[in-house]
């Protein structure tokens, strides 16, 4: 078990970027602390600071990475962009969760685990909601 709380960028801030802050801030600060967080549009990133006011905001996401040490940085970006940050977010030596649909195909996904293993990180599909009350009765029906 580590004794420094989890140092957390966001990827993405939109409503399930921003539910993952509203989340890690729940956790409280001896379990994580969001670090930076980061998006395109300055809207989202105004909404995001009002949850995280002492994470740094920022609209590039290559400079977010640059930017600081992180444990884990979570993508909630859309789909079509989930390839390239969460091979960067590895390449800068970050374990990842990623939000679904993982990839947009196969081939993307065996790049991004295939760096995963080359370079000892882990990465983690956003299945969060599949215990749901709601997702469960669709399972079960």
């Known amino acids: 078990m580590k004794d ?12 399930q970027g921003q539910n993952h802050l509203r989340i890690i801030m729940e956790l409280g600060a001896e379990v994580g602390v969001v ?14 600071k009002r ?12 400079k977010m990475l640059a930017s600081d040490s992180f444990d884990l940085v979570i993508v909630t970006t859309m ?3 989930h390839a390239r940050i969460t091979l960067a977010a590895l390449e800068s030596g970050v374990d990842v969760l990623c939000e679904k649909p993982f990839m ?20 983690q599909l956003g299945t969060n909601m599949r215990y749901m009350p709601t997702s469960r009765y669709l399972l079960i029906t």
Not at 4 to 15: H, K, L, M, S, T
Not at 104 to 123: K, M, P, S, Y
């Open 4 to 15: 420094q709380p989890i140092r957390v960028g966001v990827i993405g801030c939109g409503a």
């Open 79 to 81: 789909p079509d962009t």
């Open 35 to 48: 670090r930076a967080f980061c998006d395109l549009s300055p809207d989202r990133l105004r909404n995001a």
């Open 51 to 62: 949850l995280g006011p002492r994470a740094r905001a920022m609209d590039d996401f290559e």
């Open 104 to 123: 947009r195909n196969i081939e993307e996904a065996r790049v991004v685990l295939n760096a995963a293993e080359q370079l000892g990180c882990q990465v």
